[in-house]
């Protein structure tokens, strides 16, 4: 079935280094890709998407490019912030993935001053 | 105005009882979704409903049952609590099926003691 993998953390960083967080998929057909950022306490919410290959998402000072040859998305920002400190989660869906959002196990990003 | 909202934020009860969560959201969307995090912070979808109509029912005990009165609401009721049910449960919804993007209520963490 389809699954989406990424880095485990933590991932502890100082303010304004640069963040990457891996994420690769496998998946039957040509899912669409999402980056959803969880704040403490808080639901989900949407950071970028891409839904098809070479797409690249963007908000928020951070990007997503969708790799078909390589089934990746990783998460890159160049510079991070304390408020940045959330856990992030890579996800995919589409037809062929059953019309759900299939999540990978999050990870989790401690920005310190 | 929230888009997705949850009740209760909160719910602490004992083993064996029945209880219910409730969700609505008002952005019109037509397919609403169940999903469970765990400690770990892991989600994995529960249910989801299309215009009030059951399209995912993943392998959950059928202690769980969703009702969807209408295509604006969705709610979950668990009967018979187990110390396991413990999780944060988040209620989602998508303007469609293939779920271009999911807007998330805030959870309503559950402990079961």
């Known amino acids: 079935g389809d699954s989406v993998t990424q880095m485990e953390g933590p991932v502890t960083l100082s303010e304004e280094a640069f963040l990457t967080i891996n994420c690769t998929y496998t998946a039957t057909g040509y899912p669409s890709l999402f980056w959803y950022v969880q704040y403490p306490g808080e639901g989900l919410q949407l950071l970028l998407k891409a839904t098809k290959a070479d797409d690249k998402g963007s908000n928020k000072g951070f990007e997503a490019t969708y790799r078909k040859e390589t089934t990746s998305f990783h998460l890159e920002k160049g510079s991070v912030q304390v408020s940045d400190s959330a856990v992030y989660f890579c996800a995919l869906s589409g037809k062929a993935a059953g019309n759900k959002l299939t999540f990978g196990g999050g990870t989790r990003v401690l920005v310190k001053p | 105005d929230t888009a997705v909202s949850q009740t209760p934020k909160y719910l602490v009860t004992q083993m064996g009882n029945d209880k219910s969560i409730k969700c609505e959201q008002n952005l019109g969307h037509d397919t609403m979704y169940w999903y469970k995090q765990d400690s770990k912070k892991f989600l994995k979808i529960m249910f989801s409903y299309n215009n009030k109509e059951l399209i995912i029912n993943e392998t959950v005990p059928n202690r769980f049952s969703p009702k969807s009165p209408d295509k604006a609401h969705l709610n979950l009721h668990i009967n018979s609590l187990e110390l396991g049910d413990s999780a944060v449960y988040f209620c989602?919804?998508?303007?469609?099926?293939?779920?271009?993007?999911?807007?998330f209520g805030q959870g309503t963490r559950l402990t079961v003691v």
């Open positions: 989602a919804s998508s303007q469609q099926q293939g779920v271009t993007e999911a807007f």
